[in-house]
């Protein structure tokens, strides 16, 4: 038996700041929406719009958010970046993200770009590097520093 990921969901507490911000920010495409009407809101259903991330499938529903407190870094979700880290950091400056920072990470060969959504769920941009010396080069060249946002080492 095998699975894999089919949806992830998250609350949103403003559907369409958000489809803007994934539709900016990261790319994602709009698949599908769903509307609501008297009896859907008496049955406690929300207005949703499921979008495709890359190969990631997110469906946003109108909601309370889920708080992530400051401290909770490995609280988040992590895409597999196409393209340099170079191309990425401009994209994100371009488009206003809330970006966390870029980080490597000890003995691994990629280089982390942390940002924030609208509702602060905290997404990881990976970009894949030959070897750990060259993600280490470019996490320091960009002011990263290796490990994660909340503590560094060598």
Same mark, same amino acid.
């Given at each position: 038996?095998? &699975?894999?990921?089919?949806? %992830?969901?998250?609350? +949103?507490?403003?559907l /369409?700041?958000?489809?803007?911000?994934? /539709?900016? +920010?990261? #790319?994602? /495409? +709009? &698949?599908?929406? &769903?509307? +609501?009407?008297?009896?859907?809101?008496?049955? #406690?259903?929300t207005r949703q719009a499921w979008l495709a991330v890359g190969s990631v499938v997110v469906n946003l529903a109108e909601g309370r958010a889920v708080r992530r /407190?400051?401290?909770?870094? *490995? *609280?988040?979700?992590?895409?597999?970046?196409? #393209?340099? %880290?170079?191309?990425?950091?401009?994209h994100l400056g371009d488009t206003g993200a809330d970006v966390v920072g870029v980080y490597g990470h000890g003995g691994l060969s990629f280089v982390s770009v942390y940002l924030?959504?609208?509702?602060g769920y905290r997404w990881e941009v990976v970009v894949d590097y030959?070897? *750990?010396?060259?993600?280490?080069?470019?996490?320091?060249?960009h002011g990263g520093v290796l490990g994660n946002p909340m503590t560094s080492y060598e």
């Open positions: 038996m095998s &699975t894999r990921l089919h949806h %992830l969901a998250l609350p +949103v507490s403003d /369409e700041l958000s489809v803007d911000w994934y /539709e900016r +920010v990261l #790319g994602a /495409e +709009v &698949t599908r929406r &769903t509307d +609501v009407d008297d009896a859907d809101l008496r049955a #406690g259903r /407190e400051e401290d909770q870094h *490995f *609280f988040h979700y992590a895409l597999s970046a196409d #393209g340099d %880290l170079d191309g990425w950091l401009r924030d959504d609208p509702d030959p070897s *750990f010396e060259a993600a280490r080069t470019a996490a320091l060249r």
